[in-house]
């Protein structure tokens, strides 16, 4: 492995990713990449984020996508009615719609099957990817599935995840606040820098951080 990254929640935005990963970071196959979940919904192009990502796991880049709380709404609603009620609240209906059918039973399997795939979080040396973070007070804080897709926090104590740097997204932060964690060197790193939201002046990029060999930021 030539360079390692990760790249924050995607929300259905196909083309900054496109931007991204093939005019910014110009990603090969020989560096590997962490997506920290949350690639569907509220975007117009949930299905072909997933189909990007599926795409470049077939052409043996060394895509690692992880479970973001959208995944598994989006899972726990299929058999159920008022789950699936507060996954279309939470921006569901665009991803219907990118799929063109009309509730969650209706996508094919194949993606449903990609979706149960995905693992919670990822360990590499001496960094821990997750879509939201982890219940610091868990003895097995890996265990804890609700938390990584819901909880984050700044810093932790927790002997498994004290002496790591722990990268994640799920709730989005400024531009400036992002590069602030890196100068900082703070132990907690979170890069959603809400590309969904392109209306808010403080949000409205995706982001991929480089952790080796260099340390560095990407915007789109």
């Known amino acids: 492995m030539k360079r390692l990254f990760a790249i924050g929640d995607i929300h259905g935005c196909l083309d900054p990713l496109k931007e991204l990963i093939e005019k910014h970071i110009q990603l090969t196959k020989v560096d590997r990449l962490i997506l920290l979940g949350d690639y569907i919904d509220r975007g117009s192009q949930s299905k072909q984020v997933v189909d990007y990502i599926i795409e470049l796991q077939k052409n043996n880049y060394d895509i690692i996508p992880l479970m973001g709380n959208h995944e598994a709404l989006l899972l726990d609603s299929i058999n159920n009615e008022y789950l699936q009620n507060k996954w279309l609240n939470n921006g569901g209906?665009?991803?219907l719609m990118?799929?063109?059918v009309e509730s969650a039973k209706d996508i094919p399997l194949q993606y449903i099957n990609f979706f149960n795939s995905l693992p919670y979080f990822y360990h590499f040396k001496n960094f821990i990817f997750v879509h939201a973070g982890f219940n610091d007070s868990h003895?097995?804080?890996f265990h804890d599935k609700y938390s990584m897709l819901w909880k984050s926090q700044k810093a932790y104590s927790n002997h498994l995840l004290?002496?790591?740097i722990i990268i994640h997204g799920h709730?989005?932060?400024s531009i400036e606040r992002c590069k602030k964690q890196i100068e900082n060197n703070n132990q907690v790193i979170n890069i959603d820098t809400g590309c969904v939201y392109s209306h808010n002046i403080n949000h409205g990029k995706l982001t991929s951080i480089?952790?080796?060999p260099n340390t560095r930021l990407y915007f789109v």
Do not use: G, H, V
Request: hydrophobic residues 20%; charged residues 35%; positive net charge.
């Open 139 to 141: 003895k097995t804080p």
């Open 210 to 212: 480089e952790l080796i």
């Open 171 to 173: 709730r989005p932060i």
């Open 98 to 100: 990118s799929f063109k």
């Open 162 to 164: 004290s002496n790591k």
């Open 93 to 95: 209906n665009k991803t």
